[in-house]
């Protein structure tokens, strides 16, 4: 069984900055891809930022020059680095890990609310 386990949400300020980690039960290189994904009230779950095993990342067109997805393949984690957070940045926060196959893993979810 994989295990992912976040860290970092919060509350913050419009323009402050969180970083979230996500560990991992595994090796990374394991999985196909890691990506970070965020559901809001009312509001389906949607992807923020992914990155593959080879590096290659990809984000959703609104945290684009404001969000960055990295790894540390040494620790088995997976980070999500939030700039310049917004108010429609608030949501809940998912670690997603996708394994060759059809198999996903996700975190327990991390609350995220950008407010003065």
């Known amino acids: 069984q994989v295990q992912l386990v976040e860290s970092g949400g919060g509350l913050v300020q419009p323009g402050g900055s969180l970083r979230f980690s996500c560990a991992l039960s595994?090796?990374?290189?394991?999985?196909?891809?890691m990506g970070w994904y965020r559901q809001a009230p009312g509001k389906e779950r949607e992807l923020v930022a992914r990155?593959?095993?080879?590096?290659?990342?990809n984000y959703a067109d609104s945290v684009k020059g404001r969000f960055s997805i990295s790894g540390d393949n040494a620790k088995n984690t997976v980070y999500l680095q939030m700039n310049n957070l917004k108010p429609e940045d608030t949501a809940v926060y998912y670690c997603?890990?996708?394994?060759?196959?059809?198999?996903?893993?996700w975190g327990q979810g991390t609350q995220v609310t950008v407010s003065s």
């Open positions: 997603n890990a996708e394994a060759y196959g059809s198999a996903r893993y």
């Open positions: 595994r090796s990374i290189f394991s999985f196909k891809a």
């Open positions: 990155i593959s095993n080879g590096g290659s990342t």
